[in-house]
């Protein structure tokens, strides 16, 4: 009996054994998933994100008999803008078309067109707004839409 005995302990010992090691890395496995579930999470970076107001579509006829279709907006300094530059939008709008009313489709068709374009625009926007004695608040000119025909 004394094999059997020694038999019955060794096999005692080995499920003890599994047993505790089965505890341990189950213990180990729920300590790391609450962990990860309860634990503050790192302050995720706030990233600007830009403002615009939107201007609507304008359709103008250029001096050479071209249409210039186009929707844009205004990219402002900040939201606070735009409740302080919206009531100038549709003088904005008149503005533009006025603009456009002076260019032809060689002006246009050019490559970095638009981007002059913006420029003119935002430059004058700010400057109007100068006159009005606001501070310049805008920052550049996003064209939503641009439909050029000949």
């Known amino acids: 009996m004394s094999a059997a005995t020694a038999r019955s302990d060794s096999n005692r010992s080995v499920w003890t054994l599994i047993l505790g090691g089965a505890a341990l ?27 615009y107001l939107s201007i609507d579509k304008i359709e103008s006829k250029m001096s050479d008999g071209s249409v210039l279709a186009f929707k844009f907006g205004l990219q402002l300094k900040d939201p606070k803008d735009q409740q302080v530059l919206g009531p100038y939008a549709p003088a904005f709008r008149s503005m533009v ?11 246009l068709a050019a490559p970095g067109s638009m981007t002059e374009m913006g420029g003119y625009i935002e430059y004058t926007l700010n400057d109007y707004l100068t006159q009005k004695g606001l501070p310049q608040r805008i920052q550049g000119v996003l064209f939503e839409d641009w439909l050029l025909l000949m």
């Open 25 to 51: 890395i189950a213990t180990l496995a729920l300590g790391t998933w609450s962990w990860q579930k309860y634990a503050s999470p790192p302050d995720e970076v706030v990233r600007p994100v830009p403002i």
């Open 97 to 107: 078309a006025n603009l456009t009313t002076e260019l032809t489709y060689q002006d």
